[in-house]
T-cell receptor
């Protein structure tokens, strides 16, 4: 019963490096999203997808790219890491419908030096 | 625009005390409302939800009632335990995203 799986759990990068945070779900959910969580600011939406081949920007998309080639996978790419991107990143998925709850992964703690 | 406002924390209580965490929202229309809980080092888990006015969501002894007239969705529990220590988030469903409150850290002392 995997649910939403995020890898890695921890990562340290140097400024300017690029990397991809992986997210996979096995519940056949159409909707997936990426959030960042910073102290005192709750969760902020980075990008989301309503189905394979469809992505859109959330509240804080700058510096991040996403793609959705399959229903299961929704990777988040940092193009050129900056210290301001130090955060905890959560991937979530849910079935279609705004009254449906989201299912979250355990998060990736990312530090940019 | 749509928003969610939660009471600031941390909230510190003794075991078996009564808990209220306030949550109010602004929205056009009547969104679904949610409470999520985040235990230390973990992701967020759905605690309860309500999809229309006067609905009461409940789970694990927690309750919240969707109050349209006061645009509120306050979280309550009659007797808290140390294991309830966590961060609690109120959220509203809006089209393709959830709109989140800032979270309220709850600390329960034995």
């Amino acid at each position: 019963n995997a649910g939403v799986t995020q890898t890695p759990k921890f990562q340290v990068l140097k400024t300017g490096q690029s990397m991809t945070l992986q997210c996979a779900q096995d519940m056949n959910h159409e909707y997936m999203s990426w959030y960042r969580q910073d102290p005192g600011m709750g969760l902020r939406l980075i990008h989301y997808s309503v189905g394979a081949g469809i992505t859109d920007q959330g509240e804080v998309p700058n510096g991040y790219n996403v793609s959705r080639s399959t229903t299961e996978d929704f990777p988040l790419r940092l193009l050129s890491a900056a210290p301001s991107q130090t955060s905890v990143y959560f991937c979530a998925s849910r079935p279609e419908g705004s009254n449906q709850p989201q299912h979250f992964g355990d998060g990736t703690r990312l530090s940019i030096l | 625009g749509n928003s969610v406002t939660q009471m600031e924390g941390p909230v510190t209580l003794s075991e078996e005390a009564f808990l209220t965490i306030n949550c109010t929202y602004t929205a056009t229309g009547y969104p679904s409302l949610f409470w999520y809980v985040q235990y230390p080092g973990e992701g967020l888990q759905l605690l309860l939800k309500a999809t229309k006015a006067d609905d009461k969501g409940s789970n694990k002894g927690f309750e919240a009632t969707y109050r349209k007239e006061t645009t509120s969705f306050h979280l309550e529990k009659g007797s808290v335990q140390v294991s309830d220590s966590a961060v609690y988030f109120c959220a509203q469903g809006s089209n393709y995203q959830l709109i989140w409150g800032a979270g309220t850290k709850l600390i329960i002392k034995p």
